[in-house]
């Protein structure tokens, strides 16, 4: 059965920084593309982040250059980095699990979500 906890997730000001953590069982971790993807209120769900079961990691525009991705098969654990926060970074972020083994997901569609988020809420 698949599990899928995230946290980290929490009160910034801008500026600032959170560290997210996503801890997964059930699956054999390590052969599947994994993401950290945002939604919030009244807007659909996006990607942040993924990184491929072979280590190639692609971030979106909003957060090329400020976060960084990083996955540790060993504790089958997902981590997501984020500097310089911004306010239109609040929302609830989830940890995405591809439906396919080794298979480049690249959207939104192509993940599983097992977990309930983890609130990001970016205010002065």
């Known amino acids: 059965q698949v599990q899928v906890v995230e946290s980290g997730g929490g009160l910034a000001q801008p500026g600032g920084s959170l560290r997210l953590t996503c801890e997964a069982s059930?699956?054999?971790?390590?052969?599947?593309?994994m993401g950290w993807f945002r939604q919030a209120p009244g807007k659909e769900r996006e990607i942040v982040a993924r990184?491929?079961?072979?280590?190639?990691?692609t971030y979106a525009d909003s957060h090329e250059g400020r976060s960084t991705l990083s996955r540790d098969n060993a504790k089958n654990s997902l981590y997501l980095q984020m500097n310089h926060l911004k306010p239109e970074d609040t929302a609830l972020y989830y940890c995405g699990k591809s439906r396919n083994a080794r298979a480049i997901s690249s959207a939104v569609q192509h993940y599983d979500f097992w977990g309930r988020g983890t609130q990001v809420t970016v205010s002065p």
């Open positions: 059930g699956f054999t971790f390590g052969n599947y593309d």
């Open positions: 990184i491929t079961w072979f280590n190639a990691t």
